[in-house]
């Protein structure tokens, strides 16, 4: 993700402006903030100090230390968080209800058994 990709770098830039869903885990936020990208969005990454030389990066107080974040039509997420990455992109394009999300991704947050004590065995007929 250090490519130097002007076409890529339009790309994201047009998605963004056009308010399409954009999202980024782990090197590929890197590559937005290497090139001003996350200009106007809160946002998060593997670690911010990786930054420090980005010219174009000039937002770093809406830097969030948390695993991932949504705002406006940005999810960004460090490389730890597939898990709630998935779970925020699902709800930016509203893929099922919220409440359904929830339900689906908790089955790989808390383990088949915590779960079916949770919500039952979802693999049974109800």
Do not use: M
Request: aromatic share 12%.
């Amino acid at each position: 993700w250090s490519i130097k990709n002007d076409h890529l770098r339009k790309l994201i830039a047009k998605q963004l402006h056009s308010k399409r869903p954009i999202a980024a885990i782990c090197g590929a936020v890197d590559f937005l903030a290497q090139n001003g990208l996350l200009t106007h969005y809160k946002h998060t990454g593997n670690a911010q100090y990786l930054w420090q030389n980005y010219s174009n990066y000039t937002n770093r107080d809406d830097f969030i230390k948390k695993q991932a974040v949504k705002d406006l039509n940005l999810v960004t997420a460090n490389g730890t968080a597939s898990l709630k990455f998935t779970k925020l992109i699902l709800k930016l394009i509203d893929f099922l209800p919220e409440s359904e999300i929830d339900k689906s991704i908790n089955l790989h947050e808390l383990g088949f058994y915590k779960y079916c004590d949770t919500y039952g065995n979802p693999y049974l007929a109800n």
